[in-house]
């Protein structure tokens, strides 16, 4: 049996037996793939930011599930960097390709379930053998994050039949000046003798929406509205979960980096 390699679908693809994938090579692979999920999070945000129907509800359900399996993906193909470069070569060929199927990157809700999850694919001794890694691994557990935002996005893996229920009555509406500034309807701001993109700014007011002063046409000034697509049950932001993800995979992914 060959190695899994990542291919431009987010699957796998079996390299011929023997071959072992470079670190540059998958390193590669996963920086396109994070490139490639910036842009579908810019395209999310753009359809958050439009009037709630039924085609925008139906485009956030498929943008949504797309960076999510891709994400779940990612957090599992940066494991399995590590399983084919430090864990495959010290064991029998057999034992490998029998790890090979279970490496997922462990998302526990205890502490002591952590050791149980690595040993799966041959990692039990991480903590001794390579307390960095480790460490990395253990920060990103849910346990150790309040909000949990890697747990939701684990159980989220396959949105299914699951509701997304677009909160109408709780838009966030912001005032964005000079696509620099953005200003919430709920903030009170003052801005006195300042310069915004090299546009001055002698008194602007802006107190929960109410704008006074003067507003140079310059500065682009535009009202943004984002609506709220929650998941049913747990009420999960979509939007929240996707962008807070990213973040925290992006960082585990640097952190491997540098540890390897």
């Given at each position: 049996?060959?190695l899994l390699l990542f291919n431009k679908l987010?699957?796998?693809?079996?390299?011929?037996?023997?071959?072992?994938?470079?670190?540059?090579?998958?390193?590669?692979?996963?920086?396109?793939?994070?490139?490639?999920?910036?842009?579908?999070?810019?395209?999310?945000?753009?359809?958050?930011?439009?009037?709630?129907?039924?085609?925008?509800?139906?485009?956030?359900?498929?943008?949504?599930?797309?960076?999510?399996?891709?994400?779940?993906?990612?957090?599992?193909?940066?494991?399995?960097?590590?399983?084919?470069?430090?864990?495959?070569?010290?064991?029998?060929?057999?034992?490998?390709?029998?790890?090979?199927?279970?490496?997922?990157?462990?998302?526990?809700?205890?502490?002591?379930?952590?050791?149980?999850?690595?040993?799966?694919?041959?990692?039990?001794?991480?903590?001794?053998?390579?307390?960095?890694?480790?460490?990395?691994?253990?920060?990103s557990q849910p346990y150790n994050n309040i909000?949990?935002?890697?747990?939701?996005?684990?159980?989220?893996?396959?949105?299914?039949?699951?509701?997304?229920?677009?909160?109408?009555?709780?838009?966030?509406?912001?005032?964005?000046?000079?696509?620099?500034?953005?200003?919430?309807?709920?903030?009170?701001?003052?801005?006195?003798?300042?310069?915004?993109?090299?546009?001055?700014?002698?008194?602007?007011?802006?107190?929960?929406?109410?704008?006074?002063?003067?507003?140079?046409a310059r500065l682009n000034p535009r009202v943004?509205?984002?609506?709220?697509?929650?998941?049913?049950?747990?009420?999960?932001?979509?939007?929240?979960?996707?962008?807070?993800?990213?973040?925290?995979?992006?960082?585990?992914?640097?952190?491997?980096?540098?540890?390897?």
């Open positions: 049996m060959g987010w699957g796998y693809t079996r390299l011929s037996s023997g071959s072992i994938p470079t670190t540059h090579v998958i390193m590669y692979e996963v920086k396109e793939q994070i490139e490639y999920l910036k842009k579908r999070l810019t395209e999310l945000i753009s359809l958050c930011e439009r009037e709630n129907t039924p085609e925008v509800s139906g485009d956030v359900r498929n943008i949504a599930q797309d960076i999510i399996t891709r994400l779940n993906r990612l957090l599992d193909n940066i494991l399995f960097l590590y399983f084919v470069t430090k864990v495959k070569p010290a064991v029998s060929e057999k034992m490998a390709n029998d790890y090979e199927k279970r490496v997922l990157f462990p998302l526990c809700n205890k502490p002591s379930d952590l050791i149980p999850q690595l040993a799966r694919f041959g990692a039990g001794n991480l903590n001794i053998s390579d307390p960095e890694i480790y460490s990395i691994i253990e920060q909000d949990s935002v890697l747990s939701y996005l684990r159980k989220y893996s396959n949105l299914g039949h699951r509701k997304l229920i677009a909160q109408k009555k709780s838009k966030n509406i912001s005032l964005i000046l000079g696509d620099v500034i953005k200003i919430s309807d709920q903030a009170s701001v003052t801005m006195n003798n300042v310069l915004v993109n090299g546009i001055p700014i002698n008194h602007l007011k802006i107190d929960k929406g109410a704008v006074s002063g003067n507003l140079d943004e509205i984002q609506v709220s697509y929650l998941l049913e049950d747990d009420g999960v932001d979509v939007l929240w979960l996707c962008q807070n993800s990213l973040v925290k995979i992006e960082k585990i992914v640097d952190d491997f980096k540098k540890a390897s």
